[in-house]
C-alpha cells in the first residue's frame, strides 16, 4: 500500500514546478492520487477493512482541498493537472 521511494522520485520529476520542488499542490495532489490508486486496489480486495477506508477518506479530503486551492490561485495550471492524472471524470 505505500508507494517506493523510487516510485515517489518518478512522481516528483513528473510534477514538480521547478528544480527543487518538492511541496507545492501539483505534487501533492499527485503523490496523494498514487497512494489513493492503490488503497482503492486493497480495499477492493479487502472489503472489510475499515480503519483503512478511513485512511482512504481522510487522504480524498486532502486532495480535495489542495486541489480546490490550487483552483482558486491557478486555473490553468489546476486544468493541465486534472487532465494529467486523469481525476474528476
Excluded at 501533492?28 to 477518506?57: C, F, M, P, W
Excluded at 483552483?71 to 486534472?82: A, D, G, K, V
Amino acid at each position: 500500500m505505500t508507494i517506493t521511494q523510487e516510485r515517489k522520485q518518478q512522481i516528483l520529476q513528473t510534477y514538480q514546478v521547478h528544480e527543487t520542488d518538492t511541496g507545492s499542490p501539483d505534487v501533492q495532489v499527485a503523490i496523494l492520487t498514487e497512494r489513493i490508486n492503490r488503497l482503492s486496489l486493497h480495499l477492493q480486495a479487502n472489503k472489510k477493512d475499515y480503519a483503512s477506508r478511513r485512511g482512504l477518506l481522510k487522504m480524498i479530503g486532502q486532495r480535495k482541498r489542495l486541489l480546490s486551492y490550487l483552483r482558486q490561485e491557478n486555473p490553468e495550471r489546476y486544468q493541465s493537472l486534472i487532465q494529467r492524472l486523469n481525476i474528476r471524470g
